[in-house]
Every structure is written in C-alpha cells, then in structure tokens.
C-alpha cells in the first residue's frame, strides 16, 4: 500500500464519504445510540473492529468466496465478529452493554459494514480493506461523538455522562449551570434528525467554501451508492 | 392553468397587507386576554415580537437576502404572535424565546423561507415546547388569580418560584384528568358544574378569548383574506366526532360545544388551517385538510395524552398537503373531469 493510497483511504473515510453525514448509512443506530457521547463513541469503536477485521477476512477470501452467494457469505463473516464483540462488551464492559442492548448484535445488520465489505473489500487487498474499515469507522466515531455530545450538551446540560461505565474512575462533567432544565427534543429522535441535518449542512458550507476557494480542484468521487 | 379574460379588476394584496389584516384580527383575543389575565400577556407578545424580528433579520443577513423587503412583511410578526397566543400566558420568557427561534430558523428559513415552510412555524414552536417542556406547557394560570402585574412579571421572568396557586391545568385537560380518575363513575356534567374552572360553554374565562378569536376570524372571512373552507371544515371535524361521541355517552364525552370553545379550537381554525403556506391551496383541499385536522385534533385531545391536538393535528396534515394538492386540482375551466 503506497502512502498515497493510504492517505485517499484515509481521506475517504473521515471526511470526503462519511458514513454518517455523507453516504447517510447507518441511521438507526444513529438515532437511537447518540443520546450521549460515550454511547455514541462506543458503538462507533465495536463497530470499528468488526469492519476492520471483516474487511480483512472478506479480502483475503475474495477469490474463494462464489460470487452467487457472496452476501450470505458477508453476513456470516461479519456475524460471527460481531458475536465476538457482543461477548467481549457483555464481559468487560457489563453496564454499558446493557445501555447498548440490542445496537451491539444489530451491527451485523449495519449498512455500512456491508456496504465497505461489498463495495471495497471484496475489490481490494487485505490491507487496504483493513485500513478502509478502520478509517469508515473513524469517519462514524467522530460523527456519532459529536453527535451524541451535542444531543447531550443540550437535552440535558452535561458530557461524558456514563463515562463511569469505561473508566470506573471518571465522572461526567456538568457543563451548563445544574438548574439547566434540558432540551428533552435534543434527546429524542427528531432532534437527532434536526441536528445531523445541521452537521449535514455545516459539511457542505466547509466544501462549498473550501470550492469557491480553489476553482481547480479535481472532482468529487462519486458517492458510493446507498444499500436502503 | 386558470384562463380569464381582461379587464381585471386590481387588487392590493401583498403580503404585508395580509399579514397586518391578520394581526388585526388577533386584536380582539388579546384584550380579552388582557380582561381576563392583565397585561402580562402584553410582555409576552413583545418578547415574541422582538425575539423573532431579530431572528429573522439575522437568517436573513446570513442567507444574503433582502432586510428590507422580508422584515416589513409582518410574517414574522404574525408567527410571534401566534406562539405567544398558544403558549400559557405565564411561560417564562426563555421557553418563548426558544419556541419563537425554532419557528424562524428551523421551521421557517431553512426550509427556504417565506412561501417555502411545509410545516407551520407556530405549530412547530408549540410541538417543540410541549415535547420537550411538558410540565411547564401545561401550567395555565386560573382566570382569576389575583396576582397583580408586578407578580406576573417576576413569574415570566424567572424571579419568582413558580408555585402552583399561579397555574393550573387547562379545562380540557383538568376535564381528561377527573374522567380518568373517575373511571366511568363521575358524569362530565358534574365535573363541568364545578363553576370554578368552568363556565357557560367551556373554560371559565377562556370560552370568551375563544369567542374573541372566532370574532377576529369570521372578520378576516368577511375580508377575504382567508377562505371559509379551511377553517369550517376543521370546526366541523371537531363538531362530528364530539356530537357523535357526546350522543352515544354524554356522561363521558363533553358536547360540541364545549369542544369548540376549548383550547385551541378556534385560534387554529381561524389562523392555525388558514396558513396560505403551509395549508392546502385547492378548494376542495382545504375542505380535507381542515376537516382531518378537526378530527385529529379532537381524537389527540381526548385519548391522547397531551393537553391539546390542534398543533399535532396540523403538523400531521401539514405532511400530506403535497398529496392532498396532487388530488384535488380542480378541472381546467371548459374541461370536464380530470386536468
């Protein structure tokens, strides 16, 4: 892998095709997941592992894999990583797990994880694979942080709440003043809408402006296409 | 496509124009607000009033258009008013403020502005507030606390605790509330007798604000600035489920009547279902929109669990405008049938 492939990798998915504020894969746990920041950087890191790793096998096994069934083939790959991670949560990580509830086994089912497996391993080497899975799931972890800090900061006043479950030594910060009543839409479902349509926005006022700028820069690649 | 031939007859109606005849005929609501509650409501509208001009002119400057031209149109006015109609009289000053600025910036300008909003910003505003502060969304003070204008300012301004003498449930909902603690037991009649919370028709108090706004409404009627269909076709929603309910147990289910002149029964009808923007455009449109706004608004605010439907009701309908429209064009004149 020549540091330039690696650095389009990179570039790809942190910014230009972020899963969540681009390509828009991934919604529900988007919505349900993102009520605070530590669950939404939780559920992007379990996810950063099995797309790393599912994109490795899925390399590896390209030419062996029938292409008839390959989807099949994908899902068991990525079913049992994500048995794996379920089981490491549930151990180390029990309270949390609880919190996550069903979001860890749903990851199988996670469009992104399908779509890179799809769209990029199964054409691609191993290591390239690898570091596209990594980078897809930082695109998330960032995303889904911000996200789920901003849903926090305002629905309730506070960031890093439940941090606790990590870290047993750590405390949540209380950011706004503790008699801050608490936007409760910031934590419900339409205010995960209103302010991923917001982030959605604020992407695409950076690279409009970021255009204006330098007229010559080469094009966009073309997004990769949807799976809902 | 509508032909007609010249010559027409001109007509001034800009929007300032309609906008200023609908705050007209919000006038006569707010004094009998003012009768019944004092000026507090008075701070409430200007703190809505000055909350929205100056998110307006800043969405405004943001997106590079016009001040001018969109600051004097009075639809910002308009949305203001209607938020701190719908809002108890006594809200603090931030949950206006909050319910005023998600109507203009998320519900208005985003959405591209003026003429662009498929869902009415005040109702937005409402929606918002009731989903996110429901405890202090359903404080109505009763009509005749004594508590003078300086104790009412310190209330909306924070600088007083907010005890429980200065606010109650609205009738509907101290209504809902003893049905239910009832459990078929307790008559509606003898729940509306207690002639502390209820008067002649509705709410003590609050039927003559509702008799003021249909006041104001049949006014812009008779103006033409609004259209009958909308606004009849939503009483008429509200009238047929309540008459039928109220005919099958009249023990459980208040009449038509009081329905009518409850909550916000007749602000929406008249200036809710009326939006030129965010309503149907179609005749017969208007006539289904209005009508399932009724009913929606009359099953939310019974078996439902907020106070009132109406803002939930509209934003529904506000969804399937574009459907209703495809359905409804009227034929092209001279054509039968189908445009």
Redesign the interface.
């Known amino acids: 892998m020549t540091r330039e492939e690696f650095r389009q990798i990179a570039a790809n998915g942190v910014w230009r095709q972020n899963t969540s504020i681009v390509q828009i894969l991934g919604l529900c746990p988007l919505l349900a997941v993102t009520t605070n920041l530590v669950n939404g950087a939780m559920l992007s890191l379990a996810t950063i592992l099995v797309m790393a790793i599912s994109g490795a096998a899925v390399a590896s096994l390209r030419y062996l894999i029938p292409h008839e069934i390959r989807i099949p083939v994908f899902i068991l790959i990525v079913a049992a990583l994500v048995t794996v991670v379920d089981l490491l949560f549930n151990a180390n990580l029990h309270q949390l797990y609880l919190v996550l509830g069903i979001f860890i086994p749903l990851i199988v089912t996670n469009c992104i994880v399908l779509a890179r497996v799809e769209a990029y391993a199964n054409k691609n080497p191993p290591l390239q694979s690898a570091a596209d899975g990594i980078f897809m799931g930082v695109g998330m972890l960032w995303t889904l942080s911000l996200l789920g800090g901003l849903r926090e900061l305002i629905g309730r006043g506070t960031l890093f709440s439940g941090i606790d479950m990590v870290f047993p030594g750590l405390h949540p910060l209380q950011i706004l003043p503790a008699d801050y009543?608490?936007?409760?839409?910031a934590m419900?479902p339409?205010g995960a809408f209103?302010l991923l349509?917001c982030l959605i926005?604020w992407k695409n006022w950076i690279e409009s402006r970021a255009a204006a700028r330098s007229r010559r820069r080469p094009p966009e690649p073309a997004t990769a296409a949807g799976c809902h | 496509m509508n032909f007609s031939t010249p010559p027409y007859l001109a007509q001034n109606v800009s929007v300032q124009r309609v906008m200023l005849q609908v705050l007209a005929a919000l006038l006569p609501g707010i004094a009998a607000y003012v009768w019944l509650l004092g000026p507090a409501v008075l701070v409430q509208l200007v703190v809505a009033s000055a909350c929205a001009l100056a998110a307006e002119a800043a969405m405004l400057r943001l997106l590079g258009k016009p001040l001018a031209l969109y600051l004097g149109d009075g639809s910002a006015l308009v949305t203001a008013w209607l938020i701190a109609l719908a809002f108890p009289p006594l809200a603090p000053w931030w949950l206006i403020v909050?319910g005023v600025l998600f109507a203009i910036v998320?519900a208005k300008h985003?959405y591209g502005g003026l003429g662009q909003n498929p869902f009415n910003p005040a109702m937005i505003a409402f929606a918002?507030a009731i989903?996110?502060?429901p405890a202090?969304m359903s404080q109505w003070p009763p009509v005749d606390t004594n508590a003078g204008f300086v104790d009412q300012l310190a209330l909306i301004f924070g600088l007083a605790p907010r005890i429980d003498a200065m606010s109650g449930a609205t009738p509907l909902d101290a209504l809902k509330t003893a049905l239910k603690l009832g459990e078929g037991s307790v008559s509606v009649a003898k729940i509306v007798a207690d002639t502390s919370t209820y008067g002649q028709l509705a709410g003590r108090g609050w039927e003559w604000v509702a008799a003021a706004y249909l006041l104001g409404g049949l006014w812009l009627w008779q103006r033409k600035v609004i259209s009958a269909h909308a606004p009849f076709a939503f009483i008429g929603g509200i009238a047929l489920f309540a008459g039928a309910l109220w005919l099958w147990n009249p023990a459980q289910f208040a009449n038509p009547l009081f329905h009518l002149f409850s909550g916000g029964t007749m602000l929406g009808a008249f200036f809710i279902v009326t939006d030129p923007v965010s309503g149907c455009t179609t005749p017969k449109g208007k006539l289904i929109f209005g009508f399932a706004a009724g009913v929606l608004a009359y099953l939310i605010r019974v078996f439902g669990g907020y106070p009132d439907g109406v803002a939930f009701a509209v934003l529904l309908l506000n969804i399937c405008v574009p459907l209703i429209d495809l359905y409804t064009q009227p034929p092209i004149f001279g054509m039968k049938g189908k445009p």
């Open positions: 009543p608490g936007l409760l839409l419900l339409p209103i349509g926005a | 909050v998320i985003l918002v989903v996110s502060f202090l």
